[in-house]
């Protein structure tokens, strides 16, 4: 199916099921509350059919360009009827899984992601250990020592803002198991229960005061060799695998969430306020440049294009607008964040503190800006 016969088929569909998809709480509503709605609109979709479309047969898709889910995904996020960075989940890890999983247990497991049946969390960051992911210590050994016919592996260590782990079935887990030295080339990545006895989750409350992200413990966890992903020491090109799905449908489907929220700040502001008209246009301006960027991205991908390096632009664009964005809204509805207590001032709090990590999470600004420098523009190597 073409993208543009799907939208028009998508939006008709969804106009005409509105009160079966539309979430049951006035916003902002709580995470469990929006988890549950997105999970119920997920199965919704899925038995529709929609949330097929895009994904590969052999897990249970309809086939089609991957376009289509990333259509999908933002149309579902300018609806408000999930939040995109708790349904971005499934854009990175239904991939990861498709690509790298066993074949007959990537059929099992991908339609259960797609049709809200369970969660998936992404288990990379430690405490000591989140832009130079080279460098994590979470240990893997296979039991018995032997990594070539050990039937099952044991796993120690610490994962920290691992998101909704505390809603999740299972984690892509990335563990050590070559030495510290061998950085990149020692890493294993695991498909986890998160039931499996030996593992403890404990959220954490972030600044906009939910607990989105936790702390995820690992003690004598024994994994199935057979859940191993991309082989013994195969776990970097599994965490790289995840870029260019995060850059291009993720970012596609943010924008189309943060759209809505310009208008919301048009509506708001007086037109006669110039102060007020330059904040709404930079705001405009930014999100514009990062939608034309995202939309280049994505048909390149399409096209069969290995993404890489470039699309640090991309996440320093979309980083930037949406922080523009939440910087002119505080400009313009003086107090409201600060100040109001109904409903209107939790949801301008809670998204304004949550965009200050968009320059944090998925690689930071720094790093980005560093990558830019110095394998885009060739401005030299770290000092
Ligand atoms: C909302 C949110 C959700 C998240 N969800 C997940 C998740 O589900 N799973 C997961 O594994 N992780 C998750 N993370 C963690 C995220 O991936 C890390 O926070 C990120 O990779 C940065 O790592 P760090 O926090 O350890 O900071 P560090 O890497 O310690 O960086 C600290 C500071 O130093 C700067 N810096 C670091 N290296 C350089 C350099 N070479 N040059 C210049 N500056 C540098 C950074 O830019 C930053 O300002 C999440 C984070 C957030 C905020």
């Known amino acids: 199916m073409e993208v543009a016969e799907f939208r028009a088929e998508l939006h008709a569909w969804l106009d005409a099921h509105h009160h079966e998809v539309a979430p049951d709480f006035d916003p902002p509503g709580t995470l469990d509350q929006r988890i549950a709605q997105m999970q119920r609109v997920k199965g919704i979709l899925y038995e529709a059919g929609w949330m097929r479309w895009g994904w590969p047969e052999r897990?249970?898709?309809?086939?089609?360009?991957?376009m289509l889910r990333s259509e999908l995904g933002a149309t579902m996020a300018a609806r408000?009827?999930?939040d995109p960075g708790v349904y971005s989940l499934v854009e990175v890890l239904a991939p990861t899984l498709i690509d790298y999983a066993d074949p007959d247990l990537a059929a099992d497991w991908v339609p259960r992601l797609l049709s809200g049946e369970e969660m998936w969390c992404q288990g990379f960051s430690e405490p000591g250990t989140g832009s130079d992911l080279a460098t994590l210590s979470c240990r893997a050994v296979p039991d018995g020592g032997d990594p070539d016919t050990a039937d099952t592996w044991i796993i120690n260590g610490q994962k920290v803002w691992t998101s909704l782990a505390q809603y999740s079935q299972r984690c892509v887990l990335l563990t050590r198991t070559g030495t510290p030295e061998s950085r990149h080339r020692g890493i294993t990545?695991?498909?986890l229960d998160l039931d499996t006895p030996g593992i403890t989750v404990r959220p954490i409350e972030m600044i906009n005061g939910e607990r989105e992200f936790t702390e995820v413990f690992l003690d004598d966890v024994a994994v199935p060799a057979d859940r191993i992903l991309g082989g013994v020491h195969g776990g970097w090109s599994v965490a790289m695998s995840i870029l260019p799905y995060e850059r291009s449908s993720c970012f596609w489907q943010r924008i189309a969430y943060l759209y809505p929220r310009v208008q919301r700040l048009v509506d708001a502001v007086d037109e006669h306020d110039d102060r007020a008209a330059e904040a709404v246009g930079n705001a405009f301006l930014a999100l514009h440049t990062v939608r034309a960027r995202s939309r280049a991205t994505q048909h390149r991908l399409a096209g069969g294009a290995t993404l890489g390096a470039d699309t640090s632009i991309d996440k320093v664009l979309v980083a930037s607008a949406e922080q523009t964005l939440y910087d002119s809204i505080r400009k313009c509805t003086t107090?409201?964040?600060?100040l109001d207590d109904t409903p209107l001032g939790d949801v301008a709090r809670i998204e304004y503190l949550y965009s200050r990590a968009a320059t944090i999470y998925g690689g930071?600004?720094?790093v980005q800006r560093n990558i830019i420098a110095r394998r885009l523009l060739e401005l030299g190597e770290e000092g």
């Open 364 to 366: 930071t600004a720094e």
């Open 189 to 191: 990545a695991f498909f």
């Open 80 to 82: 408000n009827l999930a």
């Open 59 to 66: 897990v249970g898709g309809l086939g089609g360009s991957p």
């Open 335 to 338: 107090g409201v964040m600060e």
